[in-house]
């Protein structure tokens, strides 16, 4: 019936072009105007027909992460998290048929808008599950903001203002931000190691200044004091001119660095010569940098660090929820990344509030919504909430590099902060006032 | 003379077909084939363009062209009001953009000032080497350019009560822009000026002797371009919602490189066919071949355009035509590469 009634479309165009080619060339009929058009019309008119292909049986949930540029790894990490957790759920939600749309990002702000734009408006995804990394997080809840329909739901993007300043109403975020990564490890290095005056070096972008400012929180309340910040610009080679401007009467050097950067920074901090012990943010002693065979390897026992998750919980549901990864991706990582975590709770949220609306779409999501925003998840890591922001409120897990018996260095926990919120349990007025994390905000010298 | 006329009103009846295509355009697709294929084009498509015209016209490849965008799209970042207001907003806005032109022409003259001083792939890496100083300015500025981050949730303005956000008025506020900007183009190529760079083009000794200053010439030839490419600056911010480091780095530069050179360089209209093939593959390869491999399609379809044309797609297109007119007048078709 379709094709029939492309046909019937294209033959009146043949005429109607062949009749203005005759008028204007007076002689030739441009066959060639005439097949550009008919392909041009039958693509057109299977554009649309795909688009409006969407079955009410299904729900079309839509994965961003990062396959290109430098978090592959992360995104790899990302869409096994989203596969095991439909996995689980058997693809169904609600009811209905789960349909999962990939798409890529390579870190970038433009490319995630991009990519996001074409899962909610060529892909028609209801849920968009995503990005990856701080400065998309912050151009997709914009983006979000024009698209009251749809729901977004981030993965593991932690930039503190994507949820405290403006934030969309469509906009979830099931782990704690970058901030809240750091809580509990201020007050520990300051009782249990007796640090009063550190200097930090960290990442020169908003993921950076919103680490340093989740140590400072607690670390300064506490009466220490930070001497000297340096920010690095990402992907620093040259660390030299950095280590050189780390004060001598320091008691410790807090290091916001991740990657090639981590482990250049501690490859030559270790040949300065440099005798400061050293304090962890959350990217610093990942998995990548702990199975590093450098000389730098022999001064990471001990370094303390904190994040929303860490491969020492000894609880058995986390050591089940690694099993099964182990289990159902034998190549990849040792053990599941934060990354994995942070799409993987996501997920399981979405699942979960659309079973509470018996996979209920309609009226713009609004019940979806409501119900998403009240979730309690059990996750392997402790329970999450959400609070008005749509905000994670979820344990935090203060570590300290260990060496297992058979040698693995592994992130021990010595401290859980259970429900720490967006304000660090802070009265939520002064904590929005001190303003958005900066290279000057906070400040105590 | 009946010929030249009989030729003129096939060219405006070819426009004025081409025109009507373009408006129905976006009430025939959905929205998303109006603003992440139409729009989005366009606004490649327009910094592609300020490349092609220096190549076509002037013999001269830049680099640099990204860049100049990104000075006007900063410049209009910086006076417009966004997600963290550091107070330098102006309050109207046609100023922000007025300052933001002028910034991208004045880079335009300034970079081209440097660069032809050289020429060829000397041209090539001092415009690169332009482009690499200011992504790693900005990337390291905090004060005035926010760093790595950028800028974030920059104000889209209305005019007359409708927001520049919206998908028609996107679409319509870069076809504008293109076709303005393209006719530009092929207007200053029939002026004294444009004559002169052609000729400046295949024989700067010749035109020296004649009197015309070279360098002058081309230093203005590269203003031209620079306020092409603040237009697409301007349009792509606005586009983007906001702009960082990464919006000109190596990527995006040669991105523009891609698609003026997919295109083909030889004529202004090859930016516009380069950016739409450009959007088309960055969009859809991933549901062609999956997610894992869709750079390798992407790469593949370029190094075919390349190899089986030098001129880009449309040069493609002109040769397939030349052949066919050939076999339908039952000559013999010769080869050509």
């Not at chain 1, 005439?34 to 027909?49: G, Y």
């Not at chain 2, 005035?144 to 319509?172: K, M």
């Amino acid at each position: 019936m379709k094709e029939r009634m492309i046909n019937m479309k294209d033959v009146n165009l043949k005429k109607t072009l062949l009749v203005i080619a005759a008028k204007i060339n007076g002689k030739r009929i441009n066959m060639k105007a005439v097949n550009l058009k008919k392909t041009l019309l039958i693509i057109t008119a299977t554009v649309t027909l795909a688009s409006h292909a969407v079955a009410q049986t299904s729900v079309r949930i839509g994965g961003l992460a990062t396959l290109d540029g430098p978090f592959v790894v992360l995104g790899q990490e990302a869409f096994r998290a989203m596969e095991l957790a439909f996995e689980e759920a058997n693809y169904m939600a609600g009811g209905k048929k789960i349909e999962w749309i990939k798409e890529s990002s390579d870190g970038r702000p433009d490319i995630a808008l991009a990519k996001a734009r074409k899962l909610i408006e060529q892909d028609k995804v209801d849920v968009l599950i995503g990005p990856m990394s701080g400065g998309e997080g912050l151009s997709i809840k914009e983006y979000a903001k024009s698209v009251p329909a749809k729901t977004f739901v981030n993965g593991f993007s932690a930039a503190q203002e994507t949820t405290l300043v403006s934030p969309s109403p469509n906009f979830f975020r099931f782990s704690p931000d970058g901030a809240q990564w750091q809580a509990g490890l201020g007050s520990y290095v300051y009782d249990a190691k007796g640090y009063r005056n550190v200097a930090v070096v960290s990442g020169d972008y908003s993921f950076g200044y919103t680490q340093v400012l989740g140590f400072m929180t607690e670390f300064c309340a506490k009466g220490g004091k930070v001497r000297e910040k340096i920010w690095a610009p990402n992907g620093t080679k040259d660390f030299s001119s950095a280590i050189a401007r780390i004060p001598d009467k320091v008691d410790a050097v807090y290091v916001m660095l991740g990657g090639a950067d981590a482990v250049n920074f501690l490859t030559q901090y270790d040949q300065s010569g440099a005798k400061a012990p050293l304090i962890g943010g959350s990217n610093l002693l990942d998995q990548t940098v702990l199975s590093g065979k450098g000389p730098f390897r022999n001064r990471l026992v001990g370094i303390p660090s904190a994040h929303m998750v860490a491969d020492g919980i000894e609880d058995a549901k986390y050591q089940n929820y690694v099993a099964k990864y182990k289990k159902r991706f034998p190549d990849a990582l040792s053990a599941p990344s934060a990354p994995f975590f942070g799409y993987y709770i996501a997920t399981k949220a979405v699942i979960e509030a659309m079973g509470q609306v018996a996979g209920d779409l309609g009226g713009d999501q609004a019940k979806f919504r409501s119900a998403l925003a009240k979730v309690k998840l059990d996750t392997p890591a402790g329970s999450v909430s959400l609070d008005e922001n749509r905000q994670s409120i979820a344990n935090n897990y203060v570590t300290e590099v260990a060496q297992r018996a058979d040698g693995v260095l592994y992130n021990k926990v010595v401290k859980v902060v259970p429900a720490v919120n967006q304000t660090l349990n802070q009265p939520r007025d002064a904590f929005v006032a001190r303003g958005v994390p900066s290279r000057d905000n906070p400040s105590c010298p | 003379m009946a010929e030249e006329r009989h030729v003129i009103t096939t060219q405006w009846a070819r426009r004025s077909l081409a025109a009507l295509a373009l408006l129905a355009y976006p009430h025939l697709v959905p929205e998303f084939w109006v603003v992440s294929i139409g729009a989005h084009a366009f606004v490649l498509g327009i910094i592609a363009l300020s490349m092609t015209f220096l190549a076509a016209y002037g013999g001269m490849i830049s680099l640099a062209q990204m860049a100049t965008a990104g000075v006007a799209g900063y410049t209009l970042a910086i006076f417009s009001a966004h997600a963290a207001n550091t107070g330098a907003s102006l309050p109207d806005w046609p100023w922000a953009v007025l300052a933001a032109l002028c910034a991208g022409t004045a880079a335009g003259l300034l970079i081209g000032a440097i660069a032809v001083r050289s020429r060829g792939i000397y041209m090539l890496m001092s415009t690169l080497a332009i482009s690499m100083i200011l992504f790693y300015f900005t990337q390291q500025n905090t004060e005035v350019f926010h760093g790595f981050d950028g800028f974030r949730g920059v104000t889209i303005p209305s005019v007359a009560g409708e927001s520049l956000r919206g998908p028609l008025a996107t679409y319509h506020l870069c076809l504008a822009a293109g076709v303005a900007l393209y006719a530009l183009v092929g207007y200053l190529a029939k002026t004294p000026f444009g004559l002169a760079i052609q000729g400046i083009r295949d024989d700067p000794q010749r035109m020296a002797s004649l009197g015309y200053c070279v360098a002058l010439h081309q230093v203005m030839a590269f203003g031209v371009a620079g306020f092409i490419a603040a237009v697409g600056g301007v349009l792509s911010l606005w586009y983007n919602g906001g702009i960082s480091p990464g919006s000109i780095g190596i990527t995006a530069t040669v991105n523009i490189l891609i698609v003026a050179v997919i295109g083909g360089l030889g004529h202004p209209r090859g930016a516009f066919v380069g950016a739409v093939a450009f959007v088309l593959l960055q969009n859809f390869a991933v549901d062609l071949v999956g997610s894992d491999r869709f750079n390798t399609l992407i790469g593949f379809v370029f190094l075919f355009i390349v190899m089986a044309s030098p001129d880009g797609v449309t040069g493609l297109w002109q040769r397939l035509r030349h052949r066919s007119a050939k076999v339908k007048a039952g000559g013999i078709v010769t080869q050509r590469l």
